[in-house]
């Protein structure tokens, strides 16, 4: 059984860093794409980022309202990615989501975690 | 970036009916769409890929059809359990994005 478990959402002040993981099982995840996608309160689905595999060299993409303040990062070895968010500000406060894609460009989200909540203010 | 709009954004409907969501993008790319359902609280999950491929364990009620630029999602024989959040997603050009969401309703 696929499982994706998402820790390290918290109340972060404005301007302030933290870095949320993502431990996965149950799929082979060294050969996956991974993304984040974020959900405002009471708002809709935003993707934040992807990276890929070590056979596309971990590169990542990210959207634009987040890219040079967060960086997706992997550990193939402990089964784990990565969001580290810098420079937060309230319009980051959100549940973040880990999702995993296929081993390939053009591929959807199958399985998601449960989400972690980063609150970010004073 | 496809920028991708859903309409309705609200759809009440009763128990049994059958209902259609549209998704419309900006601009064309092909067939790779997928749909997803949410609950209030919970992770979105994975109904319909490659714009009409039905996920694995999801009911036959769920289909999904399409190509370019307009996309819809049909449900039949609503259920209890259809009645959440629905958001279409292109995962061809990046940035991946998404609709901004139809609510479909008890009535």
């Known amino acids: 059984e696929v499982q994706l478990v998402e820790s390290g959402g918290g109340l972060v002040q404005p301007g302030g860093s933290l870095r949320l993981s993502c431990a996965a099982s149950?799929?082979?995840?060294?050969?996956?794409?991974m993304d984040w996608v974020r959900q405002a309160p009471g708002k809709g689905l935003e993707w934040v980022g992807r990276i890929r595999n070590k056979v596309n060299s971990y590169t990542t993409e990210y959207a634009a309202s987040v890219k040079g303040r967060f960086t997706i990062s992997r550990d193939d070895s402990k089964n784990s990615l990565y969001l580290q968010m810098n420079s937060l500000n309230s319009e980051d406060t959100a549940v973040y989501f880990c999702?995993?894609?296929?081993?390939?460009?053009?591929?959807?989200?199958?399985?998601w975690g449960q989400g972690t909540l980063v609150t970010v203010s004073s | 970036d496809i920028q991708m709009t859903q309409s309705p954004s609200t759809l009440s409907a009763s128990l049994g009916d059958s209902v259609t969501i549209t998704c419309r993008a900006s601009?064309?790319?092909?067939?790779?769409l997928a749909w997803y359902q949410q609950v209030p609280g919970k992770a979105p999950k994975l109904l319909i890929y490659?714009?009409?491929s039905l996920e694995s364990g999801v009911p036959s009620r769920f289909s999904g059809s399409g190509s370019g630029t307009e996309f819809t999602l049909a449900i039949t024989s609503l259920q209890p359990d259809d009645f959440a959040t629905y958001y279409c997603q292109q995962y061809r050009v990046y940035p991946i994005t998404f609709g901004q969401g139809t609510r479909l309703e008890i009535k």
């Open positions: 149950g799929f082979t995840f060294s050969d996956h794409y």
């Open positions: 601009q064309s790319f092909g067939d790779w």
């Open positions: 490659k714009a009409s």
């Open positions: 999702a995993n894609t296929g081993g390939s460009e053009s591929y959807y989200n199958p399985w």
